[in-house]
């Protein structure tokens, strides 16, 4: 089992940013992937970001040269770093992890980011 807890997110005006943090635990070596998904209100839950076992990342088109995900050391902390931040932002964001063992990913409670002046 592997347990994901988002943070960070909250209310930042149009052309802000924020970091949002993802910390896992559990059975971690089990762990081939992670990353961010957001879903708006009446909306899908979409890709945001996401990045592999390699450190090869993948970007959702409408973030592309505002995000940027990466990890820390260990490889248990994901982040998002969100800059250029845009209404259209709005929405929950979801942790997710991929598992080596399971075909189900692993999925946090999510954190809300409101983009708003």
């Known amino acids: 089992q592997v347990q994901l807890v988002e943070s960070g997110g909250g209310l930042v005006q149009p052309g802000g940013s924020l970091r949002l943090a993802c910390a896992a635990s559990g059975t971690i070596f089990s762990i081939r992937a992670m990353g961010w998904y957001r879903q708006a209100p009446g909306e899908q839950r979409e890709l945001v970001a996401s990045i592999a076992g390699d450190g090869t990342t993948n970007y959702g088109d409408s973030v592309k040269g505002r995000f940027t995900i990466s990890r820390g050391d260990m490889k248990t902390l994901v982040y998002l770093q969100m800059n250029n931040l845009k209404p259209t932002d709005t929405a929950v964001y979801y942790c997710?992890?991929?598992?080596?063992?399971?075909?189900?990913?692993?999925w946090g409670n999510g954190t809300l980011v409101t983009v708003s002046a």
């Open positions: 997710k992890a991929d598992s080596l063992f399971t075909v189900e990913p692993y």
